[in-house]
């Protein structure tokens, strides 16, 4: 469950309600996302509609939680470092450590995983020094330890896919 965005169990947004910009916007774009000064006035031309209308459906999208960013991925430690990290923490006080790692600007998501380390995440920073540094910084804030999980080989994964909407949903 992703904290980031919305609290645990609740997602607020429905397909049905998505408009037909909002769809193209997230099936169409997942790979390919212009690399130019101005991607949202380009994908505007591209649909024939305008930069704000791209900007505004974005927007209202990451307000639902649709979407937590959009951004490039870059291949680890090329330029500054990552970590996946974990910690054991107790059901009573998962929301408040959850708030508390998600509230570290280095922390770009966090999921709950049913397993004795059940608050996961990934911090990201300018180098393996600055990212032990939140590590400690989390603990230190929560009382908690963190389990460092460092990256020890990589693997490409495309997370793209053709979204299959219901007939239902619009």
């Given at each position: ?10 997602l607020?947004?429905e397909a049905?309600?998505?408009t ?8 169409r774009?997942?790979r390919?996302?212009p690399?130019?000064?101005?991607p949202?006035?380009?994908i505007?031309?591209e649909?024939g509609?305008?930069?704000e ?8 999208l ?17 330029c500054?470092w990552?970590?996946?990290a974990?910690m054991a923490v107790?059901?009573e ?9 998600s509230?570290m ?5 966090n999921?709950?995983r049913?397993?004795?380390l059940n608050?996961?995440?990934v ?12 590590l400690?910084k989390?603990e230190l804030e ?6 460092d999980?460092?990256?020890?080989e990589?693997?490409r994964?495309?997370?793209g ?10």
């Amino acid at each position: 469950m992703t904290y980031g965005n919305f609290k645990k169990g609740e997602l607020k947004f429905e397909a049905a309600n998505l408009t037909q910009l909002d769809r193209v916007l997230l099936d169409r774009f997942q790979r390919g996302f212009p690399l130019v000064s101005r991607p949202f006035a380009q994908i505007g031309a591209e649909l024939g509609v305008s930069e704000e209308q791209v900007l505004d459906s974005y927007t209202a999208l990451q307000q639902l939680g649709v979407i937590s960013r959009i951004g490039a991925v870059v291949r680890p430690h090329r330029c500054g470092w990552s970590t996946l990290a974990a910690m054991a923490v107790s059901e009573e006080r998962l929301e408040q450590v959850a708030e508390i790692v998600s509230g570290m600007p280095e922390v770009n998501h966090n999921y709950e995983r049913h397993h004795q380390l059940n608050l996961w995440f990934v911090v990201t920073a300018g180098s393996k020094l600055a990212v032990a540094d939140v590590l400690s910084k989390i603990e230190l804030e929560t009382g908690l330890q963190v389990v460092d999980l460092p990256l020890e080989e990589s693997f490409r994964v495309d997370l793209g896919f053709p979204i299959q909407w219901r007939q239902n949903d619009g």
